[in-house]
């Protein structure tokens, strides 16, 4: 049965405005728990079948970071401290009682920020494709230096799935739909920027021995950016997590195999 | 009062032939390869020599910036630059345009040898404050896009506290603390040198320098007809802002080429500009502007067309003609560039003009050639286009009448010791 969903904005007790996506089991009583989302450097689509699935079984709370939502208080966050503070602080808002997290990309370096941070606050874990660690010996493609027409590639097993992150009825190839972009663009990335410019490596390794929660990690097959090394690494730095592959998928597995990836998550958190 | 000053950007003038086809971008991952230290030391010494010349010829002031990992500019501190130029000269203004604040932590560092320069050559600095490029800002020196005006900011009220304040000062900045901020030594120049602000076209640079009464300097390589536009924005800032309009607060950059007449102008340096435009300006466009570095209120003005794919060669074919009837470059016999010269200061209501006579691979005779026939045949008539403005001293510096002139010292300076007083 399809869940319901909604959208709802809040305002955490430092007083930032959030906007926060929302998707539930069409029976409340059958909800299994709740699952804070936090989305990659892309943004939600304004299509998420991976939430549409996990909504049938969880409670689903996915923020919008500050630059991602129309609110323009992409100012409101400056570095890692500000971002981990503001997962918890809608947490709060929301009221939220030890939620799973559910970390994508650079979402999924907050969420790990956040899991070490406060460690008992928080159920299971699962870090999508997780930026924050950083290999000498495999640098990670510099998002901030490739054009718009060339990032689709970088991210995306297959690039066609990138018009997903289009919202409906932009189009790209007019001036309009461009500058509609580049502002999007410069807005998102801008704030991004804050966490994993020129190096997406904040030293969370520090500070990963406090990560006890019940964690998994997952990687797209075909990912450009974390690559089966940065897996390794992980397991390292988190001997518990486990750590499970998706064939067909690169960076933004929710586009490239949102099926596969809902199973992922649902297969652990509801374990 | 117009104040011409010679720059120069200290290009390579070694990128090959196939430089276009064979590599992606002239700044930022340069092929490190293509720089030769041994050859290197002639070119430093020949570029240094021809801003020395200038003085020699009446520029009102020497030219010098910062750019980082660029093959058109082989100059990351222009303060070395300008530190032998302050020994070598006494006349013309240190123009150091500038010194990208944000980058340097503390930025006390920029207030202190901008205090030095300003010392040693007497009171000649004109001191720049660029937010600097994308590609050097963000990508070379790794400043966070979104928080580099923020750091600017930040960096601009540290350093002109450093220089007014008497007594030592607590700075606690988001991005330096620093408990005694104790700027030693100050300018010689009260409150501060002339200060421009190098702009690209940001918005929010005009207001920044009407707060400061800032000199706006913008530079860019597309010259006078396409800066029109640009620069009637500015002034028309000015005027919402209910500011004088005294030409000083605007300078502007531009490239002329001078010869006996306009078919010599072709023939002498036709190659150079092209190897400039071609070569030196064949910049990656990933990183020509890092998401979060410009405002969003600056994108919305539009300059969307350089990453469209399509447009991704718009600089390929570029021709002499191109570049003259563009107004890229002023060039011709001296008439020619008179004429243009003068309408080109009435129009963008200019004070101060940023020359770029030397370009791309210009040799040193055809530099000096056409320096000379400009400050010779073109500067003189244009001196005085501002007479209502001739006492109106905020924008350009005052040198100390008694300064010590260190190049007419130099036996004084290499001669052999004699006991001092006291010796035995």
């Not at chain 1, 808002?93 to 990309?105: I, W, Y």
């Not at chain 1, 410069?186 to 904040?202: E, Q």
């Not at chain 1, 406090?210 to 097959?221: D, H, I, K, Q, W």
């Not at chain 2, 002034?235 to 300078?251: F, I, L, M, T």
Request: charged share 20%; with cysteine; hydrophobic share 40%.
């Amino acid at each position: 049965m399809a869940p319901t969903t909604g959208e709802t904005q809040i305002t955490t007790a430092r007083g930032i405005e959030v906007v926060v996506r929302q998707w539930a089991p069409a029976s409340p009583a059958a909800a299994e728990g709740d699952i804070l989302w936090f989305h990659s450097m892309a943004g939600l689509a304004h299509t998420e079948e991976t939430l549409d699935a996990l909504g049938q079984r969880f409670r689903v709370h996915a923020p919008l970071w500050p630059g991602y939502s129309e609110l323009e208080n992409e100012g409101s966050v400056e570095d890692m401290l500000d971002f981990a503070l503001l997962g918890w602080d809608i947490a709060d808002t929301l009221g939220l009682d030890h939620p799973h997290v559910v970390g994508h990309s650079m979402g999924a370096m907050v969420a790990a920020e956040m899991a070490c941070l406060a460690r008992r606050d928080l159920s299971r874990l699962v870090l999508v494709a997780p930026y924050g660690l950083w290999l000498d010996s495999h640098p990670i493609p510099d998002i901030f230096a490739v054009l718009p027409f060339q990032l689709a590639e970088l991210l995306l097993a297959d690039p066609a799935n990138a018009a997903k992150l289009l919202t409906p009825g932009q189009d790209m190839g007019t001036d309009e739909g461009l500058a509609q972009f580049m502002v999007q663009n410069a807005r998102r990335l801008g704030t991004a920027g804050k966490v994993l410019f020129p190096i997406p490596n904040r030293r969370l390794s520090k500070r990963l021995y406090r990560l006890s929660a019940p964690t998994r990690l997952v990687l797209g097959e075909a990912d450009a950016l974390i690559t089966a090394p940065y897996g390794e690494a992980w397991q390292a730095a988190v001997p518990h997590a486990d750590l499970v592959t998706l064939a067909g998928a690169g960076h933004l597995s929710n586009l490239d195999q949102p099926a596969a990836l809902a199973e992922a998550v649902a297969a652990f958190l509801g374990a | 009062m117009v104040n011409f000053v010679f720059f120069n950007l200290m290009p390579w003038p070694y990128l090959p032939d196939d430089f276009r086809e064979k590599h992606r971008s002239v700044w930022v991952d340069i092929d490190s390869k293509l720089f030769d230290p041994v050859k290197a030391n002639t070119v430093y010494h020949t570029y240094m020599d021809q801003l020395e010349f200038a003085e020699e010829l009446g520029f009102d002031g020497i030219g010098v910036n910062e750019h980082h990992q660029n093959g058109y500019g082989i100059m990351p501190s222009p303060n070395i630059i300008a530190a032998g130029l302050a020994r070598r000269t006494s006349k013309a203004a240190l123009c150091v345009i500038g010194n990208s604040i944000a980058l340097y932590n503390p930025a006390l560092r920029v207030a202190e040898e901008f205090a030095m320069l300003d010392v040693i050559s007497g009171g000649r600095l004109v001191a720049g404050f660029p937010v600097g490029t994308s590609m050097d800002t963000n990508y070379a020196y790794g400043q966070i896009p979104a928080l580099t005006r923020d750091k600017y900011a930040e960096a601009h009220e540290l350093i002109m506290r450093a220089w007014a304040e008497d007594e030592p000062f607590a700075f606690d900045g988001k991005y330096q603390q620093l408990r005694y901020v104790n700027c030693w030594p100050k300018p010689i120049q009260k409150p501060h040198p002339p200060i421009y602000v190098p702009g690209g076209g940001s918005i929010e640079t005009w207001d920044f320098c009407l707060d400061h009464d800032y000199n706006y300097s913008y530079l860019s390589f597309q010259g006078h007809k396409a800066g029109k536009l640009l620069m009637d924005g500015y002034w028309n800032r000015v005027a919402e802002r209910g500011k004088d309009e005294s030409p000083g607060r605007a300078s502007f950059a531009q490239i002329f080429c001078v010869a006996d007449n306009d078919a010599e102008a072709e023939k002498l340096y036709a190659e150079h500009l092209l190897y400039f435009f071609n070569r030196c300006l064949h910049v990656y466009p990933g990183f020509a502007d890092a998401p979060g570095y410009r405002t969003i209120k600056t994108i919305k003005a539009g300059i969307l067309s350089q990453v469209r794919k399509e447009n991704q060669s718009k600089f390929t074919n570029l021709t002499w003609k191109d570049l003259v009837e563009g107004g890229f470059v002023i060039a011709g016999g001296p008439d020619t560039v008179r004429e243009q010269t003068e309408d080109m200061i009435k129009n963008l209501r200019l004070g101060s003009i940023f020359t770029l006579l030397h370009m791309g691979n210009m040799p040193d005779d055809k530099t000096r050639y056409s320096t000379q026939l400009f400050a010779e045949k073109v500067m003189p008539q244009l001196k005085n286009l501002w007479p209502d403005y001739a006492s109106d001293t905020r924008w350009w510096p005052t040198p100390l009448e008694d300064r010590v002139v260190p190049e007419q010292g130099l036996d004084h300076a290499r001669r052999v010791a004699t006991k001092p007083e006291g010796a035995n």
